[in-house]
Every structure is written in C-alpha cells, then in structure tokens.
C-alpha cells in the first residue's frame, strides 16, 4: 500500500528590529548576559509592554506578500506556562484574534508551482536562553533574548513531501529576505522550524494522526527529519501499530526522531486577552502604505529578468536567489548593457571568489561601475577575456578600477600592428620552415607561429591581430615568390 | 455551567497553587456562584443582545512605541533580586530537556 506524507510547518522568524518587541532592549547579539534586559522583558511586577511600531508594520508587510486577510482588529493574548526561560510565566502571543489569516505562498516543484495554503500569520515575543551545564544539577539563563519579536508562520498541511517541505522553506526565506523583515539565519536561531507530519494512503483526503517534530536546526535536517519520520510512521502502519500524537525530537548525530518523554498532561495554556496590551484597531492607510511599498518580489523579478534582459532561466533564478545580488546586477547594467555577460562574470569568476572568502558581492570591493569598466576594456580588445580573469580577482581584492591595473601591471594587450608587424617578421624568419609548411596547407602550422608570437610578448599580444598580421605576410610572402 | 471540584483542583495544578481540600469546597462554590450569575445574565438578554467579550475597558487605541533603543539595566541591577546567580547568569534548579 502507498502512503504519502502530510506535513504542516510551523515558521519562527525574528523580526528585525533595533529594540525588543515591547521594551526598548536592543536586540543585538553578542552582549554579555542580562545585559540587554529590563523590568518588561524580565517580566518585573507592575512593569507594562509597549508594541514596537516596526514589529507590527513588518509583520503586516509578510502578511501582505502572502496574501493574507489582515485582521481590523488585533488582541494579544497571554500563552501561559511555567518554564525557566520565561520570565512572566506566560508568553504575549496570538490566539484567537491573530494579525492574519488565509494567505498562500506558491513554492516550485518539478514540473511546475504548488500553491502552499498559510493558515494564519501572527506576532509573538520570544523567550530568554537556557544553559545546561554538563553533568551539574543547575541551569542558567540569560533573558537577552526574552521579549524579542517574533513572526510566527503556520502552514497549512498541503505539503506532501520531505523535498516539498524544503523547496516551501527555502521559498519562505527568499521573500522574508526580499521583504527586509528578517535575517532568516537558521544558525543564528533568527528562523526556527518544526513540523507536524502525519501519513496518509494516496488518493485518501482525511487526516491521520500526527506527530509533532522539533529540534531541526537546518533547512536539510527539515528534510531529512521529516524523511526518518514518514518511514517510521509507515513502518508502524504496516505492522498493525498505531501512531501516537507525541512530540519528537531530531537527533542529528543518530539521524533519527526520538519521543519526547510525554507530559503527564497535554499542553493547556489558558489562553487569555492579555489585558496589559489594548486592542489594537489597524487603519487600513496603514496596511495599504505597507501594500504599496512592497518591493518586487523574486518570483516577478526572476521572469522579468528573463523577459526583459533576455536571460537564460537558470541565469534568472540565480541572479535573484539573493535581493542584493539581483540589486547589484542591475546597477552593473545601468554602466554596461550587455546582461548576458554580466550575468556570467557574476555567476563564474565573481561569484567564484565571494563562495571561497565567504563574502556577499556587497562586502566585496568590486563596484558595479569598476565590473563595467573591466567588461568594456575587453571589448574594446585592450585586453583579452583570460587577463580580464587575473584582473577581476585583483579589482576584487583591491577595489582598483580595471584601468589602473592594467597600466600599473602593463597587462594592456598590444594591438598595434607596427610591434606585431617587427615581432611577426622574427618569428617567421627563424621558423622557415614551419611557414613553408603552413604554405603547403598545413593550418596548424599557423597556430605554432602565432604561440611564438604570444611567447615573445609575454601574453600580451592581441591574437586575433597576430593571426591576421602572420596570414597577411605569408600569403604575401608566397605572392611575391610565385611572381 | 458549574464549577466542579476536579475543576478547581486542575486549575490549580496548572497554576502551581496548592489548595487545601477546604479551600477547594469554598471555591468551588464561590466559582459556581458567580457563574451561575453570569448564566442567568445571558438567560435575561437572550441570544440576540449577546454581548462581545470585552478585551479591555479602555478606549485607547494603538498606543505604540517606536523602534528605539532604551538603556537597560546592568546586569547587576539585573541580578540583584535573583535568589541565585552564577556570573551574570541567573542559576536554576537543572532542567531535563527530555
């Protein structure tokens, strides 16, 4: 029997803000612990929350680009639980009211899109860090990161395969990038994801019981995660056992999911309006300013970049894998309007280079206009495509312009016929008999003569002109034989 | 609805309050009582006067705060109430993950 997996995602991402969601606490990493804390974010007595203007408007922003209905009308509510981390014993979220809901992000898959339903988009705060220390009977936690914004969002289960799941999450962190709300940096805990999946035989449309699956720490542990547990899931289906709603965790060193230790009972949060935060009625200026100042996003700028430039697909997608890479190619076109060239310089040599020193094109010290003038110089045949390579790792290293290279090294290429012309002469003086033999018919003995030509002009000769200098003067040279 | 006492008992299980099984048999009775009111409430304005639950009784509206960064505490202000600290952490009984 075929069974297909059924997966839903939950997506944490934090929202990128100077100051914690409702305390004025930077948000920065890096500060040495409870460094970056006050009476809100410790949850002190008496201490009252304020809503961070930028968490909300970039929250309505995600909900826009996906197509959400965004609520008139939002409540926060207080998620209550005991755990060290937290320092109010409760959690501001979301319940009931939440900022949004019925979106859809459309993901691709082979063969074609998927429409991915989003359940709903809401705001949260995060909760502090623990630290285990290993073999001691004590915890420690620092609450720098409690109260920071998050972004949570919820799928709905329309995704019906690992690969899916993956292509869903790596198609979530493009927009959120292009949006500018998140860093969306798994390592850095600012994306979070956990999955319920739960299977299904193909062709059936209910749903099965699930498991909820946490502790994946990378987009490939996602997927492979979800791959461990559909088998398990299937596995305990065909032996007559049934699945257990459970919590499990991936274990990445033993590339499996292990239970959770089952509370003794199930999660009740007691939900309630948090009664510290008021209603908040939104504008519809507000939605409609986030609206139209949404940037285009990767999927329209990807066709647009095939449609209008002329670009390979595969050219498309990779220029606007990252916004600042699809900015930047732009701007080189603005100096040089060849977009197929510049499409492969950036992703070859240039690209090539930032990979290895773990750069982004913006922290590299090439500039568009430098790429450009480097591109005309080839052009021009000043010099050729191969020193262009030598000198774009230079301009990248340097920020020099590609003029300035080329002079200081004396790289210009010699097109000038007059130099050719004597070395030319040289060479076929002193390889008579190669020239005889090109006479004779011999193409490749032109190519010899021409390499001698290279070799006495270090390279710097321009061999398209040294290819017609020597051909003009042998033929010549035969001409006045024959006469 | 009324409140029964395995009610109350869970609640305060969830709230890590410990009651007394006297306490538990006068809450439960005052936490009847005051439902029992609101049922009779509801009886008297019928299905149609239903009133929307009320999040807050104040008419503000969007009071927000700008995306600024405000001082915050040192670590030792931070600290100072915390029962017990090791360095600029605040140190807990261990907790099992799993």
């Known amino acids: 029997m075929a069974y297909e997996p059924v997966i839903g995602l939950e997506v944490h991402v934090q929202l990128k803000t100077v100051s914690k969601m409702f305390c004025g606490c930077a948000t920065g990493f890096g500060g040495a612990p409870n460094s970056h804390t006050c009476p809100v974010c410790l949850g002190f007595p008496g201490a009252l929350p304020v809503l961070n203007q930028r968490a909300l408007t970039g929250s309505i922003r995600v909900a826009v680009a996906v197509g959400c209905k965004i609520s008139d009308k939002i409540t926060f509510h207080r998620k209550n639980y005991f755990y060290p981390d937290l320092p109010k014993d409760y959690q501001i979220s979301q319940y009931d009211e939440p900022l949004s809901e019925h979106g859809h992000l459309k993901i691709k898959i082979s063969g074609g899109e998927k429409t991915i339903r989003i359940k709903r988009v809401h705001m949260e705060e995060d909760a502090g860090k623990l630290i285990h220390e290993e073999g001691g009977d004590s915890s420690f936690v620092d609450f720098n990161r409690s109260g920071m914004p998050l972004l949570e969002i919820v799928s709905e289960p329309d995704i019906n395969s690992p690969e899916e799941a993956y292509r869903y999450l790596t198609d979530l962190k493009l927009l959120l990038r292009y949006l500018d709300v998140s860093d969306c940096d798994m390592e850095k805990g600012s994306l979070r994801c956990d999955a319920n999946i739960s299977i299904r035989k193909k062709g059936e449309t209910g749903l099965g019981t699930k498991a909820e699956v946490k502790n994946m720490n990378s987009f490939k542990a996602v997927k492979s995660a979800l791959e461990f547990e559909f088998e398990r899931q299937v596995k305990r289906l065909e032996t007559g056992e049934r699945i257990v709603q459970e919590t499990r965790l991936w274990d990445p060193d033993r590339e499996i999911t292990v239970s959770m230790r089952s509370k003794e009972e199930a999660h009740d949060y007691r939900y309630f309006p948090e009664p510290d935060l008021v209603p908040f009625m939104l504008q519809n200026d507000l939605i409609e300013m986030e609206r139209k100042n949404l940037p285009e996003l990767p999927g329209a700028r990807k066709a647009r970049f095939a449609s209008a430039f002329g670009l390979p697909e595969y050219d498309a997608e990779v220029l606007t894998q990252e916004k600042e890479t699809a900015d930047y190619f732009e701007e080189c076109l603005g100096f040089y309007d060849k977009p197929k060239i510049i499409s492969n310089w950036l992703m070859g040599d240039v690209s090539g280079y930032l990979n290895a020193k773990n750069l982004s094109v913006r922290n590299s010290k090439l500039r568009p206009q430098g790429l450009a003038g480097l591109l005309k110089e080839v052009d021009s045949g000043k010099i050729s495509g191969k020193m262009a390579k030598d000198i774009i790792i230079e301009m990248l290293d340097t920020g020099e312009d590609a003029g300035v290279i080329i002079s200081e090294k004396g790289l210009a290429q010699i097109s000038d016929s007059g130099e050719l012309d004597k070395v030319s002469e040289e060479v076929i003086a002193e390889n008579r008999k190669t020239a005889e033999d090109f006479l004779k018919g011999k193409d490749n003995a032109l190519m010899f003569l021409v390499g001698q030509v290279m070799k006495r002009t270090k390279g710097k000769a321009n061999p398209a002109v040294v290819n017609r200098i020597l051909r003009d003067k042998l033929t010549k040279k035969q001409g006045e034989e024959d006469a | ?98």
Not at chain 2, 14 to 25: F, G, H, N, P, Q
Not at chain 2, 26 to 33: E, Y
Not at chain 2, 59 to 73: G, H, I, M, Q, Y
């Open chain 2, 1 to 98: 609805m009324s409140i029964k006492e395995e009610k109350v008992r869970y609640v305060a299980r969830l709230a890590r309050i410990k009651l007394t099984d006297e306490e538990v048999s006068l809450f439960s009775r005052q936490l009847d009582g005051i439902l029992g009111y609101v049922d009779k409430l509801n009886q008297k304005l019928g299905e149609q006067s239903r009133i929307p639950p009320t999040n807050h009784p104040h008419t503000a509206s969007n009071p927000f705060r700008a995306d600024e960064v405000k001082p915050s505490l040192k670590s030792e202000a931070a600290l100072a109430n915390a029962p017990q600290k090791r360095g600029d952490f605040f140190k807990v009984p261990r907790i099992i993950e799993e």
